[in-house]
């Protein structure tokens, strides 16, 4: 698999960090922090990770894809 072969919900969990890292820095509650916290663990655990080549790059990749693509639905 290429390491810019990205699933949607690889990218849409990418959109969702950058969106709870901005809430988080906007209002550093628990809530926030928690919201933040979690979507790093999925981020951080999925499935595509196990299947690439070279983890750094692709998610080098990932993030750029995720900011040219759109904030999180």
């Keep these: 698999m290429s390491d810019t072969d990205f699933p949607a919900d690889l990218l849409e969990l990418q ?4 969106a709870a890292e901005a809430a988080l ?7 926030t922090r928690t919201a933040f916290i ?14 690439t080549e070279n983890r750094h790059k692709a998610q ?5 894809a995720a900011r ?4 999180a639905a």
């Design 25 to 31: 820095a906007a209002d550093p509650t628990d809530q």
């Design 60 to 64: 080098m990749k990932l993030k750029q």
């Design 38 to 51: 979690t979507v790093g663990a999925e981020l951080h655990a999925h499935p595509y990770w196990a299947r």
């Design 15 to 18: 959109r969702r960090w950058y």
């Design 68 to 71: 040219d693509t759109g904030p």
